[in-house]
């Protein structure tokens, strides 16, 4: 069984940092894809960045220079840093990753049960 554990989350003051992580477990035969989503009150999930798996990465323009995706790829996780937090990042982070399990043919998306990132001014 595949699954995706998020954890870092956390309450911070306006400003502070917070480095989430999301590692993959269970019978894995490759992980093309890693992301971050997050989801706020009210509104939709909103994708955040991606980590392919030869090391490229992609970013909403929102998100360009606060928040940094890496991946560690023996360890099947992946991490957000997020830096210069404000209130309006307020949401549950969401993990997502596009893994070919083992025995199987397909690769298909997985996702985490999120994590809770509160940020107060």
């Known amino acids: 069984q595949v699954q995706l554990v998020e954890s870092g989350g956390g309450s911070v003051q306006t400003g502070g940092s917070l480095r989430l992580s999301c590692a993959a477990s269970?019978?894995?035969?490759?992980?093309?894809?890693m992301a971050w989503y997050r989801q706020a009150p009210g509104k939709q999930r909103e994708w955040l960045a991606s980590?392919?798996?030869?090391?490229?990465?992609n970013y909403a323009d929102s998100m360009k220079g606060r928040f940094t995706i890496s991946r560690d790829n023996a360890k099947n996780t992946v991490y957000l840093q997020m830096n210069s937090l404000e209130p309006e990042d307020t949401a549950v982070y969401y993990c997502?990753?596009?893994?070919?399990?083992?025995?199987?043919?397909?690769?298909?998306?997985?996702w985490g049960q999120g994590t809770q990132v509160t940020v107060s001014s």
């Open positions: 997502n990753a596009a893994i070919k399990p083992t025995g199987s043919p397909f690769t298909r998306a997985y």
């Open positions: 269970g019978a894995i035969t490759s992980i093309s894809a």
């Open positions: 980590a392919i798996s030869m090391g490229n990465t």
